[in-house]
């Protein structure tokens, strides 16, 4: 499972991790599934996104990295940009709390999901 995840670009959710894994294991179910998720996550050998709908997506990059979200398609994309350490040092002076890490995610439309509500924008105008 960790290397069908290690393999691809995406943040699969559980079924689609299910769905492939299951050409290859003809009696896997899905319970499985999720009890090996929760093994590797105990590990630290990957990361949960909770991308705010009914389900959980899940990352095997687990270094430091911001996501960005679209809520027109339900992606998730991985954002190449330098971790903010200072946000951990001010969290900490403030607080007094001792900060391990931090997540940060962004919220918006990728640019597919921007090119298709211009269009629809578009089409009202023109009727």
């Not at 095997?60 to 992606?75: E, P, Q, R, V």
Request: charged share 30%; net charge negative.
């Amino acid at each position: 499972m960790l290397q069908l995840m290690k393999r691809t670009s995406a943040h699969p959710t559980a079924i689609w991790i299910y769905d492939r894994l299951k050409e290859d294991i003809e009696n896997l179910s899905i319970g499985t599934v999720y009890r090996n998720l929760k093994v590797l996550l105990d590990q630290n050998m990957i990361k949960r996104i909770e991308s705010g709908r009914n389900y959980d997506c899940y990352d095997a990059d687990t270094t430091l990295h911001y996501h960005f979200l679209c809520s027109g398609c339900d992606a998730i994309y991985d954002l190449d940009l330098e971790p903010i350490s200072e946000l951990d040092n001010k969290v900490a002076e403030k607080t007094g709390f001792l900060v391990k890490e931090h997540q940060i995610r962004f919220y918006g439309l990728c640019k597919a999901c921007q090119l298709s509500d211009e269009q629809v924008i578009e089409q009202v105008n023109i009727e």
